[in-house]
């Protein structure tokens, strides 16, 4: 059972950057695609960012591209979000996850998630 563990939230400044990072318990990371996905209050989880096994392939939803990257580390076990130009409505909760369908953008694309990290964008 893999493990996923957020870091990297905290309270920003709109307009400003933010690097989350999602560590893995499992060597068996590399075998999975990875993805982001954020959840405000009352609304569903919504998908934001993928990056496959092999880092070959990334996939955004349309809204962020160009804002947020994704990234990973096999070597490491980790995933990163890059985020950038930060806006009060990028405050979420922020999770990763990781899955087996290759661009997956829905919550039933991914088998483990993470416990979330707060992100809040607020002058």
């Known amino acids: 059972q893999m493990q996923l563990v957020e870091s990297g939230g905290g309270l920003v400044q709109p307009g400003d950057s933010l690097t989350l990072s999602c560590a893995a318990s499992?060597?068996?990371?590399?075998?999975?695609?990875m993805g982001w996905f954020r959840q405000t209050p009352g609304k569903e989880r919504s998908f934001v960012a993928a990056?496959?096994?092999?880092?070959?392939?990334?996939h955004y939803v349309d809204s962020l591209k160009g804002q947020f990257t994704v990234s990973r580390d096999n070597a490491k076990n980790t995933v990163y979000l890059q985020m950038r130009n930060l806006k009060p409505e990028d405050t979420a909760i922020y999770y990763c996850?990781?899955?087996?369908?290759?661009?997956?953008?829905?919550?039933?694309?991914?088998?483990?998630w993470g416990q979330g990290t707060q992100v809040t964008v607020s002058s």
């Open positions: 996850a990781a899955g087996v369908v290759a661009g997956g953008d829905q919550i039933s694309d991914y088998n483990y």
């Open positions: 990056v496959s096994w092999n880092k070959a392939n990334t």
């Open positions: 499992d060597r068996s990371f590399s075998t999975y695609n």
